[in-house]
């Protein structure tokens, strides 16, 4: 039988006595106005057809159905709403089964969930990421999946986001079946279900839980949410499940969603979630081809080094370490086989992958090897002539399209591309530390960049799973020229009467997992102070310059490893040093400043706009080519909290609250 168009992304096919529901709304199948009015069209068109026995939902392509179209916040609502949608689903009168052929996720696994039964292929996977975007499921999440699952594990799921595979999703009790065939095992479930009294999920009573286990699993994601509000309120709801009726949890739910989805919080996680997606894209570079990139060179194994190889072994390439020494690439070996060793007991890595991973590694003391390359990442000491020389070097010995990328954090790599015969095929890659872990990549496009070469290595970072932003070549890229001028602000309002843990504790209070002093101790203080001493000379005399740092490093307080910094840390935890606040005072005295006192809001207002305002100047400079990028690189490089937007998204939204 031809197919059947209920609406411009849903079609329907009669195959066996059930009419199998196709939702195609790319790219992943959200569910827009015109595929909820389309469901509904089918549903009804079903319900009218003696000889259909039930109905069949799948998605077409590689996701089932990605979730409330997030594209529509926002916007006046279209009926129906997915909980009519929902609700037609659970009390229709024939059986209608779910056949999850990729991710169904938010509103998909509300769908899923409302069915009578759900298949899975075995690329099926289910989530409901709602918090991740500053809300709670809206159609029925927290009410029905603990009546599946029991209350402990939908806490988990919905409290986290977490995404599950279809293995685990069977055995939650979230799906019933995976096969490979899902379609047929899906055609074949309505069948069976058909005459049977229908399982409706929100007629099931909640499985009892271990109140030990709900505490923990609400503890764990409590713990995790940062200032947060969406985590408590989808565990809130979720518990409530145990003792309300369906109808009054799903009006709670509604109304909660309603309230979060309206909310700054929100607004703020969905313009992360979009800044995320447009991140790394260039326009002009929309119809250049990317260079092949199988074999990587990494130059200087350390800890940078080493963390690079392991998210190139991890993401399928094969790659060529080099030391100057053989000791030192055994070393370079050891170091990357223990991070590798490390995430296998974390179980963040099967053991195979991790074999797998060392049989594509060499670290050798041979540069030469480097001729296979396609892509050299050199990750040695932050030093000018040390990098220039070293690139000279590789001029002669990599193949003549492979790409050199620098790692450097502060130096100019325009120079060091200068120094090249070939500046074109030199790009900087600035990951951070861990290079593993951390999802954050600035790409420096140089100001002789190929094309190809920087979209190469874009599709590199992406390939690594990394979250690369495109920047200029300024001081310190995006991120350490913010950080600058953040941490220059706090030490001016230091100097004008607030104490660093007053800083940090604002700061904390605010979401960022750590304030900026004990950031600074985290890092060691004799980098910055280094750097401070070469630029002495060139700095603007006129310019407010605050010494307290430099005062603190010539006492030997160069932060945590030092056991001193602007905080004691000789009991093991962060104190505040009453050494450290005469040390303050005398400098405040020897200026004349009469200090003051600053509230909390005061403090973080005042970074902020420290923040913002170097943004704009990033931004004015071409620099970094969007302000959510900007956002970006903070949330993910400097713990910023991803649920306030990023400082530009701040200064963005209170400018537009001002009347
Ligand atoms: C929800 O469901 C609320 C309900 O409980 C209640 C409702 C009443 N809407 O990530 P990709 C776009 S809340 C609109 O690169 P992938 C995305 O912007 C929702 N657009 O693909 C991008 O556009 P562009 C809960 C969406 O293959 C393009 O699709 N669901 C949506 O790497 C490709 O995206 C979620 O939070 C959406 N829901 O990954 C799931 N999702 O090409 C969010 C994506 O213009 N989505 N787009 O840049 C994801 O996690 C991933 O997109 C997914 C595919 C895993 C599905």
Excluded at 478 to 485: E, H, K, L, P, V
Excluded at 508 to 514: L, Q, S
Excluded at 530 to 555: G, H, S
Aim: glycine fraction near 10%.
């Amino acid at each position: 039988m031809s197919a059947m168009r209920f609406s411009e992304s849903v079609t329907g096919t009669i195959l066996d006595g059930v009419l199998v529901v196709t939702i195609d709304n790319p790219p992943v199948n959200a569910i827009s106005a015109h595929v909820r009015q389309g469901l509904v069209e089918a549903l009804d068109h079903a319900a009218a057809l003696g000889m259909v026995v039930g109905v069949v939902i799948t998605g077409a392509g590689r996701t089932f159905v990605g979730g409330a179209d997030i594209k529509e916040f926002g916007k006046p609502p279209v009926e129906p709403t997915l909980p009519e949608v929902i609700e037609r689903i659970e009390s229709y009168g024939k059986p209608v089964v779910a056949a999850a052929n990729g991710a169904a996720l938010g509103g998909g696994s509300e769908i899923a969930l409302a069915c009578h039964g759900r298949v899975a292929s075995d690329k099926g996977n289910f989530g409901m990421p709602e918090v991740k975007l500053g809300i709670v499921p809206g159609a029925g999440g927290t009410q029905r999946l603990p009546r599946l699952i029991g209350i402990a594990a939908a806490i988990d799921l919905i409290g986290s986001g977490r995404t599950v595979k279809a293995t685990e999703a069977i055995a939650l009790g979230l799906v019933d079946s995976v096969e490979s065939d899902h379609l047929d095992a899906a055609l074949s479930l309505v069948h069976d279900l058909a005459g049977e009294p229908l399982r409706r999920t929100g007629m099931l009573e909640v499985p009892v839980s271990e109140p030990a286990d709900v505490d923990a699993a609400s503890k764990k994601v409590l713990s995790r949410a940062r200032g947060q509000t969406a985590p408590a309120e989808a565990v809130r709801l979720v518990k409530a499940a145990a003792h309300v009726e369906l109808k009054q949890g799903l009006a709670d739910e509604r109304a909660t969603f309603v309230r979060l989805r309206d909310s700054v919080e929100s607004a703020a996680l969905r313009h992360v979630f979009f800044a995320e997606r447009l991140a790394g894209k260039v326009e002009k570079l929309d119809n250049v081809t990317p260079r092949k990139i199988e074999i990587v060179g990494i130059v200087g194994t350390g800890l940078m080094g080493a963390g690079i190889a392991v998210a190139a072994l991890t993401s399928g390439h094969r790659v060529i370490g080099v030391e100057q020494t053989a000791e030192a690439a055994k070393k370079g070996r050891e170091r990357i086989a223990g991070i590798l060793d490390k995430s296998v007991q974390a179980g963040r890595l099967a053991a195979t992958v991790r074999d797998e991973c060392l049989a594509r590694l060499a670290v050798t003391a041979d540069a030469g090897e480097l001729a296979a390359a396609d892509l050299v990442i050199e990750a040695v000491f932050d030093d000018l002539p040390v990098k220039t020389e070293l690139f000279q070097r590789l001029d002669g010995i990599v193949r003549s399209d492979a790409i050199l990328a620098t790692n450097t954090s502060y130096l100019n790599p325009d120079d060091i591309a200068a120094a090249t015969a070939h500046p074109e095929r030199v790009v900087g890659l600035h990951f951070f530390s861990p290079a593993n872990i951390m999802r954050l990549v600035e790409v420096v496009a140089c100001k002789v960049t190929a094309p190809d070469v920087l979209a190469s290595v874009l599709a590199f970072a992406k390939k690594l799973g990394k979250l690369p932003v495109v920047c200029g070549v300024t001081e310190g890229f995006i991120g350490n020229r913010i950080f600058s001028a953040y941490r220059r602000e706090a030490e001016f309002m230091v100097e004008d009467g607030a104490a660093p843990h007053e800083i940090d504790a604002a700061l904390e209070a605010y979401g960022f997992p750590m304030g900026i002093f004990a950031v600074y101790d985290m890092a060691g203080l004799e980098i910055a102070w280094a750097r401070r001493k070469r630029q002495a000379a060139t700095r603007d005399p006129k310019a407010r310059y605050v010494e307290i740092a430099d005062r603190l490093c010539e006492t030997g307080r160069f932060g945590r490893k030092s056991g001193r910094g602007w905080y004691d840390y000789s009991s093991g935890e962060r104190a505040a040093d009453p050494e450290v606040t005469a040390l303050i005072e005398a400098v405040r005295a020897a200026k004349n400043i009469e200090p003051r006192s600053f509230t909390p809001e005061e403090i973080v207002e005042r970074l902020l706009k420290a923040m913002a305002d170097e943004g704009a100047a990033l931004l004015a400079e071409g620099i970094a080519a969007r302000s959510s990028d900007i956002d970006l690189v903070m949330i993910n490089g400097y713990g910023f909290p991803a649920h306030k937007g990023g400082p530009m998204f701040v200064a963005e939204t209170q400018k537009d609250a001002k009347p």
